[in-house]
């Protein structure tokens, strides 16, 4: 199946067509994104402005980063939940935004480089990666409220 | 009086030059949708500190004076890229329930720290490093999430109502 296959059965199943018919769905589901991003960006800032000494001073970036870990992935879980919901009230549109082609790709660097990448450089690297991950982060968020200018 | 305000916002030049610019408009809204996670997204950290769900290692009085800063930082940022999209606005928003929701929302949320701050957090010396608050502590925390909460929602809102 072609990613522009599996954006359309998307469009089809029952939960996108109650998005595509439904007359508050959209709204109520855009509100719980905006929530979850709001918790995912604050670990985000929290973790990343620490490593330039701004913030919670008394603990190192790593611990916040391992301590706010469960905030971090249940904020991740419910924006990307919430995102396909999103996503399937009008998926073919979506496969052609540019917009929304770059936050995917935008994402999946920054989940990338936040998990597997940043915790592992330290030392002099680390200011390097801190802003990095924020730089990526913030094209996650400009190209997703792109979306909708697009 | 209030309403001849908001349309002599709406008609003065700064006002009339955000709304017919094509790039201002959206630039001053991504900023002030961004900037939620500083404002709102620091906060909630110590809320859900107070909560005894994060950071329950650390005082309480070092998550606040380390997120504080970082919080009003993103305030001035929402404050002034907020005042110029209602500038823009303000005949249409005048009327508006969602941005009438949002602003008694903003004045309960401003009011929710002031007596947190006078009252229950003064004993903070007693409760600094216990993982559940005492109950006031806890109430604060959980006015504050809903409110914030209630103020993102309504602020989305905003533009459904928006005519």
């Known amino acids: 199946m072609s990613l522009l296959q ?16 439904s007359t508050y769905a959209f709204a109520v589901v855009e509100m719980i994104h905006l929530l979850s991003l709001t918790v995912l960006g604050g ?35 419910v924006s990307a939940i ?23 790709l935008c994402l999946v660097l920054a989940v990338a480089f936040y998990f597997f990448i940043q915790q592992r450089l330290s030392g002099g690297y680390a200011k390097w990666a801190g802003a990095v991950s924020l730089l990526l982060w913030l094209c996650v968020g400009l190209a997703g409220r792109a979306i909708g200018f697009i | 009086m209030l309403q001849h305000f908001c349309q002599w916002l709406y008609d003065s030049s700064v006002g009339t030059g955000i ?20 404002l709102v997204g620091t906060i909630a950290i110590l809320d859900l500190r107070l909560l005894g769900w994060a950071l ?10 380390g997120v504080l800063p970082l919080t009003w930082a993103g305030f001035a940022v929402m404050f002034v890229s907020g005042f110029l999209l209602f500038w823009s606005e303000a005949a249409k928003s005048y009327g508006n329930p969602a941005f009438r ?5 903003l004045a309960l949320v401003g009011l929710n720290p002031l007596i947190f701050h006078f009252t229950i957090y003064r004993s903070v ?15 604060a925390a959980v006015f504050s999430l809903t409110l914030w909460g209630g103020i993102i929602c309504a602020g989305r809102a905003i533009a459904y109502f928006q005519k």
């Open chain 1, 82 to 104: 919430s995102g396909i919901l999103l996503l399937s009230e009008e998926p073919i549109k979506c496969y052609y935004n540019p917009a929304f082609r770059a936050k995917m």
């Open chain 1, 43 to 77: 670990v985000i800032l929290l973790v990343d402005l620490r490593i330039f000494g701004l913030g919670v001073k008394s603990q190192t970036a790593d611990t916040l980063a391992q301590q706010l870990n469960p905030f971090l992935l249940g904020s991740l879980v």
């Open chain 2, 19 to 38: 709304r017919e610019s094509i790039w201002v408009f959206p630039i001053i809204e991504t900023i002030h949708v961004l900037a939620i996670t500083l």
């Open chain 2, 56 to 65: 329950k290692r650390e005082p309480v009085s070092r998550v606040a004076s």
């Open chain 1, 6 to 21: 599996l954006f359309q059965w998307l469009g089809h199943t029952s939960v996108g067509v109650f998005m595509q018919q």
């Open chain 2, 101 to 105: 929701l949002k602003l008694l929302l």
């Open chain 2, 125 to 139: 010396g007693d409760w600094n490093e216990r993982i559940v608050t005492p109950l006031r502590a806890r109430l």
